[in-house]
């Protein structure tokens, strides 16, 4: 399977990226990795006429400690998130989901930026930095803007991002040696999440996100607010999907995922308060 | 567009459509067809070639992007006749039946090895996640790797 034709310019920095995008308007698209969009081109289900590949900016792939949080550049791909020191310190949670992400090769290619740019509902790091409560930065013609992980994914593979503004950072909370866990239940080891559920936990406070149960990333926040107001952790976690409204499909029915959902913030809860 | 790849230490330069496919570059332009296309959806591994020494599905990946990278094939793995140990661990152990999956299947074991030289076998079966095998149910698959870690 061959894309369609399309014009292909590269960019060496995220200014020149968005002059290009701003010149092309809506038949441009950035490619990163390119592990999500070359799929769909294949598949005929995208056909920018024009590829602004980003993939060269490598400025932008970093993890700096950031005194209370940690910045991430939208480029740093999912291998180096999964091995980062850094994060392993002060975010374990994320650098364990993105060694969930697909399989090696997947994560050599595929970046941060392109998962959360892409806000697929079915993606492990949206839900999981949208858990964290990070903050993503974003760049347009006009300058930058902060968008917080909660008010950024607005429907299935739809975001704030305006079609002229590129994902630049994404900022995580120091986890502060909170306890965590990231429940991903699938029946092929590569793949996507059937439900998923990233969490953390100190005394008195959760943060629990969903993965695929819904038209983008849930922050499951019943869940939340009853372990702060100190309910037992399997009466909190029946009301896992709360917040979510999810589909069915080939793998899954409504019904099926609701329970998955409650079985795996349960879990979640336990392995993230040892 | 106009692209520079060093593939198997030679250096290539090339006129390609920008929706040329690595893979089909590879097999088309430079006439290297020991990388398989399987899936041609990402899936199955098939296709595993080495961009700057990291294994990478060569079916999601456009030449374009290869620009200026080093890319590894199976045909490049052999010195002077001799065999990469990777590929003597996988004869000696049967770790192939049709041997379609095989070239996609030693690019990714040396890859797994190069990031993590003493596997475990549990990390071996993770490792080689994005790689199906139709034929051999993976068991000798997973023996030739953790035999060619072993005799480093
Ligand atoms: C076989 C396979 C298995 C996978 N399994 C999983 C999995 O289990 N879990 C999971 O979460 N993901 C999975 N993925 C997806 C993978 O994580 C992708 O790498 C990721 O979703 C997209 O990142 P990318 O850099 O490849 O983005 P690209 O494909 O390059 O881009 C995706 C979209 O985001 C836009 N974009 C990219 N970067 C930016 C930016 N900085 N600013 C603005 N827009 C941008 C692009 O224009 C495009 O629309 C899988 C992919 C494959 C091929
Ligand atoms: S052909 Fe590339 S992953 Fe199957
Ligand atoms: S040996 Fe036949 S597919 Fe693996």
Redesign the interface.
């Known amino acids: 399977?061959?894309?369609?034709?399309?014009?292909?310019k590269?960019a060496s920095s995220a200014a020149e990226a968005i002059s290009l995008v701003s010149q092309y308007g809506s038949d441009a698209k950035f490619?990163a990795g390119?592990?999500s969009l070359?799929?769909l081109m294949?598949?005929r289900l995208a056909q920018p006429a024009m590829?602004i590949?980003i993939?060269r900016v490598k400025d932008l792939s970093y993890i700096k400690d950031a005194g209370n949080h940690i910045a991430i550049g939208a480029l740093t791909r999912h291998?180096d998130v999964e091995t980062s020191k850094v994060l392993r310190e002060h975010a374990p949670l994320l650098s364990h989901a993105a060694g969930h992400v697909?399989?090696?090769?997947?994560r050599?290619?595929g970046t941060i930026g392109g998962s959360i740019a892409h806000a697929d509902p079915a993606s492990d790091l949206p839900a999981t930095t949208l858990a964290l409560g990070a903050t993503y930065v974003v760049q347009g013609p006009k300058g930058q803007r902060e968008i917080a992980a909660t008010k950024f994914y607005k429907g299935f593979l739809e975001s704030d991002l305006a079609a002229d503004e590129m994902l630049i950072e994404i900022r995580v909370p120091k986890m502060q040696g909170a306890g965590w866990s990231f429940q991903k239940f699938n029946r092929r080891?590569?793949d996507w999440a059937i439900v998923g559920v990233a969490a953390w936990r100190r005394k008195g406070e959760a943060g629990v996100a969903l993965v695929n149960m819904g038209s983008t990333p849930i922050l499951a926040t019943s869940v939340a607010t009853a372990i702060a107001k100190g309910a037992s952790i399997s009466d909190a976690a029946a009301m896992a999907s709360n917040e979510a409204d999810p589909q069915s499909d080939l793998n899954a029915s409504t019904d099926y995922r609701k329970h998955l959902a409650s079985v795996l913030v349960r879990r979640a809860l336990e392995a993230a308060s040892k | 567009m106009k692209v520079s790849i060093t593939v198997n230490g030679k250096e290539h330069q090339s006129d390609v459509e920008p929706r040329t496919l690595l893979v089909h570059y590879i097999r088309e332009v430079i006439g290297l067809t020991g990388t398989n296309v399987g899936c041609d959806t990402s899936s199955c591994g098939a296709c595993t070639l080495h961009m700057n020494g990291e294994a990478v599905k060569s079916c999601t990946i456009l030449a374009v992007q290869a620009d200026g990278a080093s890319v590894t094939t199976i045909e490049g793995l052999a010195k002077d006749g001799v065999m990469h140990p990777m590929q003597t661990a996988f004869m000696e152990n049967h770790g192939l039946q049709c041997g379609y999956c095989t070239p996609g299947m030693v690019m990714a074991a040396i890859g797994l090895l190069n990031e993590n030289p003493k596997p475990t076998e549990e990390q071996v079966r993770m490792g080689l996640e994005g790689n199906l095998c139709r034929c051999t149910g993976y068991h000798n698959i997973v023996k030739s790797v953790l035999a060619a870690a072993s005799a480093k």
């Open positions: 399977m061959i894309p369609a034709a399309f014009d292909y590269r490619l390119g592990h070359l799929p294949k598949l590829l590949d993939g291998m697909g399989d090696a090769q997947v050599h290619r080891a590569q």
